[in-house]
Nanobody, 122 residues
Framework: QVQLVESGGGLVQAGGSLRLSCAAS????????MGWFRQAPGKEREFVAA????????YYDDSVKGRFTISRDNAENTAYLQMNNLRPEDTAVYYC???????????????WGQGTQITVSS
């Protein structure tokens, strides 16, 4: 049974930082692209960042480029999202997800975590 468990969410002031973790089990982690998505109230879930299987290629939505960094530790079966210079518009539920393809397309991700809330106050 595949499980992705996010942690590290919370409330932070604008300009602050948070680091999300996604612990994976039940899948060959190093064979999966890992992605982070987010969903704000009343909006569709959207792509944030992705990292390839080996961790040497990363992809970001323009809205977070230069502020967020995705990484992974294949030995620990964990993906991370370091979020710096957070803005109120970053407020959302953040989800990690796994895909067999190298992709940024939401529908290609087959396994999802339960999500963790990030709230950025102004």
């Amino acid at each position: 049974q595949v499980q992705l468990v996010e942690s590290g969410g919370g409330l932070v002031q604008a300009g602050g930082s948070l680091r999300l973790s996604c612990a994976a089990s039940g899948l060959p982690f190093s064979r999966y692209t890992m992605g982070w998505f987010r969903q704000a109230p009343g909006k569709e879930r959207e792509f944030v960042a992705a990292i390839n299987r080996s961790g040497d290629s990363t992809y970001y939505d323009d809205s977070v480029k230069g502020r967020f960094t995705i990484s992974r530790d294949n030995a620990e079966n964990t993906a991370y999202l370091q979020m710096n210079n957070l803005r109120p518009e970053d407020t959302a539920v953040y989800y990690c997800a796994a895909a067999r393809l190298l992709t940024t397309t939401l529908s290609h991700y087959t396994s999802w975590g339960q999500g963790t809330q990030i709230t950025v106050s102004s």
